[in-house]
């Protein structure tokens, strides 16, 4: 079965850059069929979407982060990361990655990774 | 971007009772290729997201049968046909017929 873990620093200093991966195991990040994201959940809060990367790079993000997000695959290492720059408070999540279907390869958003816990605080 | 829009946003029900949540998009999630795209989550307290529904009423593997999904374009209903007390927690719907995804507000469910 799919499984995908998340593992970072839990704690960022305001203005330093957050830097997670995503470990996937039980399946290839180099499929033809899904893109790998991240989501965001501040604590008491609903889901936001960051951005989805396919294995050959080419991303997508969500416009209202796109100038502080990167994410970036690694294939030999089945693994996809998030870098988000210049971090305030309001960035203090749970952070989970997850597989993401495609529709013209009728596949769906099925596997979620447990979530880590972001704060920023000096 | 495709707004999602859920009521209620909290709903008490009585275990053995039906419940129901609404779903609408901004846009119409009918894909070219005859799909539509509405997916369901149920968040349990202290977990991650767990699929339910896909493509507005396929239930994913081991998803009981008292959950079902309806609706087509940009109105969707999720529901379940008797409460239990393992269905206690937050349901989003999702988009999936763009790249870029969105999500609904929640809608908390709690056992009276």
């Known amino acids: 079965q799919l499984q995908l873990q998340e593992s970072g620093p839990g704690l960022v200093k305001p203005s330093e850059t957050l830097s997670l991966t995503c470990t996937v195991s039980g399946g290839s990040i180099s499929s033809s069929s899904y893109y790998w994201g991240w989501i965001r959940q501040p604590p008491g809060k609903g889901l936001e979407w960051i951005g989805s990367?396919?294995?050959?790079?080419?991303?997508y993000y969500n416009p209202s982060l796109k100038s502080r997000v990167t994410i970036s695959v690694d294939t030999s290492k089945n693994q996809f990361s998030l870098k988000l720059s210049s971090v305030t408070a309001a960035d203090t999540a749970v952070y989970y990655c997850?597989?993401?279907?495609?529709?013209?390869?009728?596949?769906?958003?099925?596997?979620w990774g447990q979530g880590t816990l972001v704060t920023v605080s000096s | 971007d495709i707004v999602m829009t859920q009521t209620p946003l909290s709903l008490s029900v009585t275990p053995g009772q039906p419940a129901s949540i609404s779903c609408k998009s901004s846009q119409s999630l009918l894909h070219s290729d005859g799909k539509t795209y509405l997916y369901w989550y149920l968040q349990k307290p202290g977990q991650s997201p767990q699929l339910l529904i896909y493509?507005?009423?396929s239930r994913f593997s081991g998803v009981p049968d008292r959950f079902s999904g309806s609706g087509s374009g940009t109105d969707f209903t999720l529901k379940i046909s008797r409460v239990e007390a393992e269905d206690v927690g937050v349901y989003y719907c999702?988009?999936?017929?763009?790249?870029?995804?969105?999500f609904g507000q929640g809608t908390k469910v709690e056992i009276k």
């Open positions: 493509e507005v009423s």
């Open positions: 997850a597989r993401q279907g495609i529709a013209v390869a009728g596949t769906t958003d099925d596997y």
């Open positions: 999702m988009q999936g017929i763009h790249l870029r995804r969105t």
């Open positions: 990367i396919y294995y050959s790079g080419s991303t």
